[in-house]
């Protein structure tokens, strides 16, 4: 029998396969990064993360899927030779920007669970035309990876969807190398009280299942992390006809490592 946790993730899974089949479908000029794209939600959202020198050169249709909430590459230090494992890749943005920072002798692997993500993701990476970035299908509460095989874990508001981030922090840490760091942009909770929402469209928007900071940090140092950090990232995503209620949720960037 189907668990909470397992409606869960597959109504995110059916959000964001929708959102990838969407993208997919858009001809050339509906993708146009003009502002005349009309098949995504909202056409601007990548404008609010990345500057114009991040984006320029990246397939529009990675440009066009993209649904973070931060921009985990800007201040995760990538330095060549690393190899970066990014939570919930989606339409590819963040791996093209890790795999620019670690060159060719680095290697970016993106995680996603939805197969058309994994599919927009390829095609994506067969337009960049690049060999240090591979997506691989699985989910993040259970990667399909050997241990200690990353120096680096990114992912961009993706942790916020999981109904068990004790497993992405157990499953990050067997993977990441001693000494491995994880940059993580992700959505949280205001208060103790948690998201005022709790419905499960709210989950798969990023916000009922967000965290309030405290309870986020003692899941990734029941995990083994140390030296944690969270700083504010919100990016003001609320358009002028946006009737929605507060949510008590924003953004926020998290360092953490594992001990060397
Ligand atoms: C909000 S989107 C973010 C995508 C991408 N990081 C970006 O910034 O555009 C969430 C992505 O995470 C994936 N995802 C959600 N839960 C997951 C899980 N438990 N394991 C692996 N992937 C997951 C979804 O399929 C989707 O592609």
Request: proline letters at 6%; a negative charge.
């Amino acid at each position: 029998m189907a668990t909470e946790q397992d409606k869960i993730k597959e109504l995110v899974r059916e959000r964001y396969g929708a959102r990838a089949e969407r993208v997919i479908s858009l001809t050339p000029v509906e993708l146009e990064p003009d502002g005349s794209c009309c098949g995504v939600e909202d056409p601007e959202h990548a404008m609010r993360l990345y500057n114009e020198g991040q984006l320029s050169g990246l397939p529009v249709a990675s440009i066009a899927a993209s649904a973070g909430c931060g921009n985990p590459t800007a201040l995760a230090g990538l330095k060549p030779g690393e190899r970066v494992l990014d939570l919930g890749s989606g339409g590819g943005i963040d791996c093209f920007l890790a795999s620019q920072q670690v060159g060719n002798t680095g290697h970016v692997t993106g995680l996603d669970m939805t197969p058309a993500m994994l599919e927009l993701a390829r095609a994506n990476k067969a337009k960049l035309g690049i060999e240090n970035v591979e997506f691989v299908q699985g989910e993040m509460e259970k990667m399909p990876l050997p241990d200690t095989s990353v120096d680096v874990i990114i992912s961009n508001c993706v942790v916020c969807l999981s109904p068990d981030k004790d497993a992405v922090f157990t499953e990050s840490y067997r993977v990441l190398s001693p000494g491995g760091r994880i940059h993580l942009s992700d959505v949280m909770a205001l208060t103790a009280d948690g998201p005022s929402v709790n419905t499960p469209e709210e989950w798969v928007s990023c916000t009922a299942g967000a965290e309030y900071v405290d309870v986020y940090r003692d899941r990734l140092v029941r995990a083994g992390f140390v030296d944690i950090e969270f700083t504010s990232e919100s990016v003001d995503y609320k358009k002028d006809d946006d009737e929605r209620p507060p949510t008590n949720t924003a953004g926020y960037k998290v360092v953490a490592h594992k001990p060397a």
